[in-house]
């Protein structure tokens, strides 16, 4: 598989040399796994690999590991939790773009919308494979811990197909969200912790800190669905409202201006733009993300190499400046 630049979370900001050469390590790793004697199989998986996002959760994981001086000989250990969490993310998408019918993905045709459906259910379980094969590798109590957030996560998935949009509750947004991306990123933190020997309130203090960022940063792009720049976000604002989906915003619309308008067009998304980006929703958003933000950080407290915790309480810090 050809060479790449990734840009890896958190973009232009500074990442320790430590934590850049790990996920340079893990990167590798996630190509080299990452491939098929099959050529369309591994033509499908490698362009999203190499269009791959910014490789967040390998990131938490080696944050958490390397922000409590993880031993060095567990170090490769650590390096297949995160390309397995991260190719687990990947196939996540793959069949997400499936059951969304999306036609692109970072601005790239999706596997759906070049091979259809066949070719992209089986793309998302090949690599579903790779994951857990790398996953076999790691000790039996935390893959049993991974396996844990990895059934949330598919229940999560059903939950929001099973729903009606139009009769979502801010539990039930909360519940989805939460199992659907928050999960890994508690994944992420607690495979850190654990492969740095931290002891279980140590591992349990930061699963809920993931959970935490997981959910703030859900929060965060669903509030950049509304007032993001697509320049920055790679997709155009009112996407979400497009597709019929309801998020944060549009619950918050609803509570103090009624129901959202039965069709969804640009114009009608227009029409609502005003009283949507309006500080009677926005605050209360923001007051919400800001809210998990700061949960995160303060589990993330705990960490105790001090520049590695300074760096992950400056990303978060990052991420919520996003929206204020």
Do not use: W
């Amino acid at each position: 598989m050809k060479q790449a630049h990734i840009p890896f979370f958190p973009g232009k900001f500074h990442l320790p040399p430590l934590l850049r050469k790990d996920l340079r390590n893990i990167e590798t790793m996630i190509r080299e796994e990452g491939q098929s004697s099959n050529p369309l199989m591994n033509s499908m998986i490698s362009t999203l690999i190499l269009n791959g996002g910014k490789r967040i959760r390998p990131l938490i994981l080696m944050t958490v590991f390397r922000g409590l001086d993880g031993a060095e000989e567990a170090v490769q250990q650590a390096y297949h939790a995160g390309a397995s969490l991260e190719l687990i993310h990947t196939a996540t998408l793959i069949h997400d773009d499936l059951i969304d019918q999306s036609k692109l993905r970072r601005g790239a045709p999706t596997i759906y919308a070049q091979h259809g459906i066949p070719p992209a259910v089986l793309a998302g379980d090949y690599l579903f494979v790779v994951a857990y094969a790398l996953a076999s590798t790691l000790p039996k109590n935390l893959v049993q811990k991974i396996i844990t957030d990895l059934r949330h996560m598919a229940e999560g998935q059903l939950l929001e197909e099973m729903i009606n949009p139009k009769t979502l509750t801010f539990t039930e947004y909360l519940n989805i969200i939460t199992s659907k991306t928050a999960m890994l990123f508690r994944s992420a933190c607690v495979s850190g912790a654990f492969l740095a020997g931290a002891s279980e309130s140590m591992q349990q203090v930061l699963s809920d800190a993931g959970l935490m960022l997981g959910i703030a940063f859900q929060l965060i792009d669903d509030m950049l669905d509304v007032m993001g720049n697509e320049n920055i976000t790679g997709k155009p604002i009112g996407a979400d409202f497009l597709a019929d989906k309801m998020t944060l915003p549009y619950l918050l619309y609803e509570e103090h201006f009624g129901d959202l308008p039965q069709e969804r067009t640009q114009e009608t998304f227009q029409a609502i733009y005003a009283d949507l980006t309006s500080e009677l929703v926005m605050l209360q958003a923001k007051r919400l993300a800001k809210e998990k933000t700061k949960n995160a950080q303060k589990g993330f407290s705990v960490l105790t190499n001090a520049s590695i915790r300074t760096f992950i309480l400056e990303i978060c810090d990052k991420m919520l400046s996003r929206i204020l």
